[in-house]
């Protein structure tokens, strides 16, 4: 094997490693909020709270280093226009969102729709969006490379890309899609099949092929 793929796999599995990490953290920090705050409730059983009230609220249960709200997100995000797997740039950008950095410097985004988009978290379930950034400003910055996401449902956090959302040409495509988000599907594909083989091709399945030949 040569010098470029041994890097190239190390990478991976340095991403596989770090999003599985990510994953449990925020399982853990979502059910011990909604246990010690809501009395166990559903999420649609919450009071209100606006997306800054919601950010600081879960950033209480993280190892966190710095919170921002809105109106300061420039503590905490560099003025970054993400691309997606298709190549497009602008697809996201953390400015627009509060968050945090945590200590390992991994920075999260908080897009919390009942406050942003009620009418979205009442048709859909997804009552909110985590955002997630491996390695804060350091590249590539690409959507599915280094930033996934994760859905907040009215009794847990979900890999975004689990459910309807599994693998499809629209959100987990380096060959087929020019989504915008495209490449924040690939979640649940790095943590459950632990690879990041949709960067190479483009005829897997959770159901068939989850590995290129």
């Keep these: 094997m040569t ?8 990478k991976v599995k340095q991403t596989v490693t770090q999003l599985k990490k990510i994953n449990s953290t925020l399982q853990n920090a979502f059910m011990y909020m909604r246990t010690t705050e809501f009395s166990g409730a559903d999420v649609n059983n919450w009071e209100f709270m606006t997306e800054d009230e919601f950010n600081r609220k879960f950033a209480q249960n993280l190892k966190v280093v710095e ?10 995000f560099n003025d970054i226009e993400y691309t997606n ?9 953390f400015k627009t969102m ?4 945590l200590g390992d410097g991994t ?4 897009s919390w729709f009942v406050d942003r988009n009620p009418a979205h978290a009442a048709n859909t379930g997804n009552y909110g969006q985590i955002f997630v950034d491996l390695n804060g400003p350091k590249a590539p910055n690409v959507l599915g490379r280094d930033v996934f996401s994760f859905f907040i ?12 959302q599994k693998l499809s040409e629209n959100y ?8 915008g988000h495209n490449g924040l599907g690939c979640t649940a594909w790095v943590i459950y099949n632990e690879n ?18």
């Design 3 to 10: 010098m470029p793929s041994l890097i190239a796999n190390y």
């Design 67 to 76: 919170v921002c709200d809105k109106s300061n997100s420039d503590k905490c």
């Design 85 to 93: 797997l298709s190549g497009s740039t602008n697809a996201l950008k």
């Design 98 to 101: 509060p968050g945090m950095v």
């Design 107 to 110: 920075v999260f985004a908080t």
């Design 153 to 164: 449902l009215k009794d847990r956090v979900v890999a975004r890309g689990t459910g309807n």
């Design 172 to 179: 987990c495509s380096a060959f087929k899609s020019s989504i």
């Design 196 to 213: 990041m083989d949709y960067l190479k091709c483009d005829d897997l399945s959770w159901n068939g092929k989850i590995k290129c030949d």
